[in-house]
């Protein structure tokens, strides 16, 4: 789903991060502090395993001290004073007031336990281990109606997996239409990712109850075996909170903004 500019907006300015008392002081130079946001930062500019020798970090320390120099004496330049750079300024203010905002929105979002738990269990897909798989047979049509009409009469089935294998050999568009419509086992990034998610989330013989549109057409999907572990809720839920978080500050967004250009006066040129 594409996302909105204000979306976009605030989904780059959550991904900063302020800066945290207590961080510690590499060096001081002229009075300003090398903190380790300073270092850590420098580390993945210079795309390094953090795991670094001793070596290494005084080579890194080094590195950030010239430039701390180099900073420090621009600043002291004409360049400070000109056209040019007040303009660029006043348009990074904007920026960086807007991405605090948007920081302190984030702050006091508050999410419970029982939407983090929701949000795991609807999207069981994102959390699959890498070994995770499923024994899938579909039915690939090419409109939307004769998928339904394919579901319907498995509705009605005594006998899914026998009514599924005959329908794919008759209906089915695709290759696999020869063999009933087996796919055989595959993991979640074997396949398209409305496919994968479709498939993911039903249980061993269960099929799709409405069909699934990826750029091949429309799917059944019917899952013969599945063999599919997640991470522990526990170890993924800081991941999901920010997650959640950030859809509901960008959803904030959305609104605010929306509401904000009935008001204003705008002209399309």
Request: charged share 30%; no cysteine.
């Amino acid at each position: 789903m594409k996302k909105t500019f204000i979306s976009l907006v605030a989904s780059l300015a959550l991904a900063g991060s302020a800066f945290a008392a207590g961080d510690k002081v590499y060096a001081v130079v002229n009075g300003e502090n090398i903190t380790s946001k300073d270092f850590n930062n420098a580390v993945k500019e210079l795309n390094i395993s953090p795991n670094i020798s001793k070596e290494q970090e005084k080579t890194i320390l080094d590195q950030i001290v010239a430039k701390k120099l180099l900073l420090q004496d621009v600043m002291k330049s004409d360049i400070v004073k000109s056209d040019m750079y007040k303009k660029a300024l006043e348009e990074q203010k904007q920026e960086l007031a807007f991405r605090i905002s948007m920081n302190e929105i984030y702050k006091d979002t508050k999410v419970s336990i029982k939407e983090l738990k929701e949000y795991y269990s609807k999207n069981q897909i994102m959390f699959l281990t890498p070994e995770s798989k499923v024994q899938a047979s579909h039915i690939l049509l090419k409109d939307k109606k004769t998928a339904q009409d394919i579901i319907s009469q498995l509705k009605k089935s005594k006998d899914i997996k026998s009514s599924f294998t005959k329908l794919a050999k008759e209906k089915s568009t695709g290759p696999s239409s020869t063999n009933g419509g087996e796919l055989g086992w595959f993991t979640s990034k074997k396949m398209v990712p409305e496919f994968s998610q479709a498939a993911f989330a039903l249980n061993k013989g269960e099929f799709t109850k409405e069909p699934v549109q990826t750029r091949f057409g429309y799917h059944v999907i019917y899952i013969d075996d599945k063999n599919a572990n997640l991470y522990p809720f526990e170890r993924v839920s800081p991941q999901i909170e920010y997650m959640v978080k950030q859809q509901l500050v960008m959803k904030a967004l959305d609104k605010k903004a929306k509401k904000l250009k009935k008001k204003a006066k705008i002209q399309y040129k």
